[in-house]
């Protein structure tokens, strides 16, 4: 079973990475039948993105065990903001054609995010970093990576669309790290808030996650 890792944070929060070995057949007999994941799943039709989907799920049931609770499916909103059915438990998921990431929270909203480093974040940088990130980044891939990533934490986490990263997702200069702890604030339309984000790098792996 190729459960990478799972972290209990505190009584309230838990984190988990599944690194994804399996095909989407092999994941399905895994995860127990419910008619949330069955409606989603017959929508996805690649089956590498159906594999990273059903890996989502399969992690989600297996960190619940972790709370002693069933695992009844994920649902989406109309913002594509997943919850968990059948419970009042925050959720975030992020997965990769190798990683499946969650975190889940019993009362605060959560976010989590894993990417893979790449060169193509020097060509895109100007797109998601405001002014005086992109100075702080220049060329540097990792430092670009944790932006990019910390930033969809934050888009998570705020779980509403028409939230531009670049002008709304500010992040706050940091040192580079194979872990560390960043800060970082969403403001829009009067509302804003400060948020602390978690960031670790292995291999060529990041993974950001957000729980205050």
Known sequence: MPLSQLTVINE?????????????EALTTQLPPNIHDIHYLASVTHEGKKAESLAVRVLAMHMLQEWHCAYWGIIKDEHDKPYLAELPIHISISHTSHYAAVIMHKHQEVGIDIEF????????????????????AGDDLQKLGIYWSAKEVLYKKYGRRQLSLKEEISISPFKVSTFGTIRGTVEKNGYSIQNEIIYMIIDNLIISFSFE
Do not use: M, P
């Not at 309230?12 to 989407?24: M, N, P, Q, R, Y």
């Open 117 to 136: 480093i790449k060169g193509k974040l020097l060509r895109v940088a100007h797109k998601f970093l405001n002014e005086q990130e992109y100075q702080d």
């Open 12 to 24: 309230d929060c838990i984190w988990g990475l599944w690194e994804i070995t399996e095909s989407a």
